[in-house]
């Protein structure tokens, strides 16, 4: 399988990085690939665009997205962003950290997507799910 690693990079704390690494070792040491864009991605890059293009095509590539949640990490925000536009699947990683929030919040999204089978949102929604059937999906999804 391959995996695409969202999480911090330039704000990253040692232990995040630490945590995040022992990740990624565990899922090559089962034969995962993985694309880890603070080591795998030249974060040299004055205005970014180019590192997003990179983690694009790193993200189209995969099978599934993990995710180490970092609400202060706008790149975390934009890669959340490709992956749910690319229809992949979002496994978040460091789940146990965050508790749902009472507005609405990137948090909450990564926290329903857990408790859902995603190819329900991707296989039907937008195309041929009308807005009373997301409501209702979503009503569901809070009822969790």
């Known amino acids: ?6 999480g911090p990079v330039r704000n990253v704390t040692e232990e995040e990085r630490d945590r995040i690494g022992n990740h990624v070792k565990n899922l090559e040491s089962l034969g995962h690939k993985v694309h880890w864009s603070i080591r795998d991605v030249d974060q040299v890059d004055p205005i970014g ?3 997003c293009l990179d983690n694009l095509r790193g993200m189209r590539e995969s099978d599934e997205v993990h995710v180490w949640w970092n609400p202060a990490s706008q790149g975390s925000i934009f ?3 490709m992956a749910l536009a690319l229809g992949k699947k979002v496994v978040m990683i460091n789940t146990s950290q965050f508790q749902h929030t009472e507005n609405k919040s990137f948090t909450n999204v990564l926290l329903a997507l857990q408790r859902i089978d995603q190819s329900v949102l ?10 009373d059937q997301l ?3 979503l009503d569901h999804i809070n009822q969790i």
């Open 1 to 6: 399988m391959k995996v695409f690693l969202i």
């Open 49 to 51: 665009l180019r590192i």
């Open 79 to 81: 890669d959340l962003g």
């Open 122 to 131: 991707y296989d039907h929604y937008p195309s041929d799910m009308s807005k």
């Open 135 to 137: 409501q209702q999906l």
